[in-house]
């Protein structure tokens, strides 16, 4: 958890993690003007980060008071650090607040809707007609998610390249910075199931609670990242992230 602040002047600023979830941040500057304050957790900006506020100087009275009501032994630091001494009941109460329990990671629960998918490579060649002489292209597509190790798989649709799934699936994100890995299968009943095709899609610009559209264009396994990738069709889903339970409840910084 990190937070920055800057603007027309140097800005104190004071960080108590007050152990469930939340924090409490007080700053003050040291002349009136617009200040930009950006909030991030496990490096990303929470939502609407960075912040543009305006303020007036706040007389040393005022942050006194500020800081004294955020910490019960303020009066006590003050001392202490007058005397150039060490008092060590503060220093042991510094010390058990750290070992107190270790930080929750934030983490979040992402939601995945997979919709549809568009002119998919075809995998299977049916002979048809009374004597075989006529030939049809066509697949058994379904897809893979992958994240971290994590994996959900969706329901196998037969004999199209235009595949309607409609279905959801839920996967665990302790990294934004991961990518959602995407791959489409033909399941093949009675050999190894063929890819049809790859993707990776970025979770950085994903906003908590919003539902976003995303179509992934798939690319050949092999040759990913070329840019002489041929294209081999897309699937489109909904995601949606949100904070998993127990997590920072990064709103109540807002």
Not at 154 to 172: G, Y
Request: without cysteine.
């Amino acid at each position: 958890f990190n937070i920055d602040i800057g603007g027309t002047a140097s800005a104190r600023m004071r960080l108590r993690d007050n152990d469930n979830g939340t924090y409490s941040v007080a700053y003050t500057p040291e002349i009136g003007g617009d200040y930009y304050i950006s909030v991030k957790h496990n490096g990303i900006d929470i939502q609407g980060s960075p912040f543009t506020v305006s303020s007036d100087p706040m007389p040393r009275e005022g942050y006194l008071e500020l800081y004294r009501s955020m910490d019960p032994d303020f009066g006590r630091m003050v001392a202490s650090n007058m005397l150039g001494t060490q008092d060590k009941n503060l220093e042991k109460k510094k010390q058990t607040r750290k070992e107190k329990k270790p930080k929750k990671q934030m983490e979040w629960e992402l939601n995945i809707k997979l919709l549809t998918g568009k002119n998919l490579v075809a995998k299977d060649t049916v002979a048809e007609g009374t004597y075989g002489t006529t030939f049809s292209h066509s697949s058994d597509p379904y897809v893979v998610f992958s994240l971290a190790g994590q994996q959900v798989r969706s329901a196998t649709i037969e004999k199209t390249l235009n595949p309607e799934w409609n279905e959801e699936m839920n996967l665990k994100v302790a990294d934004r910075m991961q990518k959602l890995q995407v791959e489409v299968f033909d399941e093949d009943k009675d050999d190894e199931d063929d890819s049809m095709g790859t993707a990776a899609v970025s979770l950085l610009d994903l906003v908590e609670g919003q539902p976003k559209t995303v179509s992934a264009k798939l690319a050949d396994k092999k040759s990913q990242g070329d840019p002489l990738d041929v294209e081999m069709g897309d699937i489109t889903m909904v995601l949606t992230i949100s904070p998993a339970k127990g997590s920072v409840n990064t709103r109540a910084l807002r």
